[in-house]
Nanobody, 116 residues
Framework: QGQLVESGGGLVQAGESLRLSCAAS????????MGWYRQAPDKERELVATIPRQGTPTYAASVKGRFTISRNNARNTVALQMNNLKPEDTAIYYCMAEYYTGVQYWGQGTQVTVSS
């Protein structure tokens, strides 16, 4: 089973940075896509960024140019560097990993709060 553990959330002021990290419970998992989603209060969960095992990342328009996703395939980790944070980035951020079969695994979520 794929278990994902996130870390790095917190409370920051607008304009500051945070780095989220996510690690799979085993380096033996062969995930195709890894990424980050977020869910703000009273809103649907939305894609933030995804990165395939090989290839180009995809970003939501709202974070493009401010967030950078990266992954380490050997360690089965994925990170999200978030710069110039805005109050509208406040949400619970979830790590996601997807097998080539389409089966997805999710982390428990980490809270990011940006004050104005």
């Amino acid at each position: 089973q794929g278990q994902l553990v996130e870390s790095g959330g917190g409370l920051v002021q607008a304009g500051e940075s945070l780095r989220l990290s996510c690690a799979a419970s085993s380096s033996q998992f062969n995930f195709n896509i890894m990424g980050w989603y977020r869910q703000a209060p009273d809103k649907e969960r939305e894609l933030v960024a995804t990165i395939p095992r090989q290839g180009t990342p995809t970003y939501a328009a709202s974070v493009k140019g401010r967030f950078t996703i990266s992954r380490n395939n050997a360690r089965n980790t994925v990170a999200l560097q978030m710069n110039n944070l805005k109050p509208e980035d406040t949400a619970i951020y979830y790590c996601m990993a997807e097998y080539y079969t389409g089966v997805q695994y999710w982390g428990q979520g980490t809270q990011v709060t940006v004050s104005s």
